[in-house]
């Protein structure tokens, strides 16, 4: 009965880190298809409206523009990876805890959790080290044997990419196709 109840447990476990990625997978498509294009920053007015920036207007007659949508996907990105990560931290104190579940599953479980914790750490020294170099916003989101850096920017250039691979490299180990570093304009 033990196994029955060890499989459950790992399959749970399976289900949220598919939640997870799914969660990010969606994003990311969502952040592609909303801001695909951004009016240059020459043509700006004093008031701070842009020539030919997209406009967004809602039932209520709230206007956004391209770029305040950009500033909330970073806000809601992270929302969403707080949320996500909280859900998966209560399921994994739930089993480390739960003392009918078998010894292997609860430092299975507390292993987990020990994992998130580092990875949530890791994530922010990425960010801030990132944000240090001078980049307004960027959004680390760390899986088991890769990582994604989205980075609030116009165009990256050679050194700053190779700045921000030494970043990632030196904190977290990975290399080449495990790290993916996306741009957002």
Do not use: H
Not at 4 to 25: E, G, P, T
Not at 70 to 87: S, V
Not at 152 to 179: C, H, R, V, Y
């Amino acid at each position: 009965m033990s196994l029955k109840r060890s499989l459950i447990v790992l399959a749970m476990v399976a289900i949220v880190c598919a939640a997870v990625y799914m969660n990010y997978s969606f994003q990311q498509a969502n952040e592609t298809s909303a801001v695909s294009g951004e009016a240059d920053s020459d043509a700006q007015y004093p008031d701070g409206k842009v020539l030919g920036e997209a406009m967004f207007v809602s039932a209520n007659g709230d206007v956004e523009t391209a770029a305040s949508i950009k500033k909330d996907y970073f806000t809601e990105a992270r929302m969403n990876r707080q949320t996500t990560r909280d859900e998966a931290t209560e399921l994994l104190k739930s089993i480390a805890s739960d003392k009918n579940n078998s010894e292997e599953v609860r430092k299975k479980a507390a292993s987990d959790l020990a994992e998130v914790a580092a990875a949530v750490e890791k994530e922010g020294k990425i960010e801030s080290l990132i944000s240090a170099k001078g980049f307004a916003n960027s959004l680390a989101v760390m899986g088991e044997s890769s990582i994604s850096v989205m980075i609030e920017t116009t165009g990256l250039s050679m050194p700053e990419l190779a700045q921000i691979k030494e970043i990632i490299i030196n904190e977290t180990g990975f290399s080449g196709p495990a790290i993916k570093i996306i741009e957002i304009k």
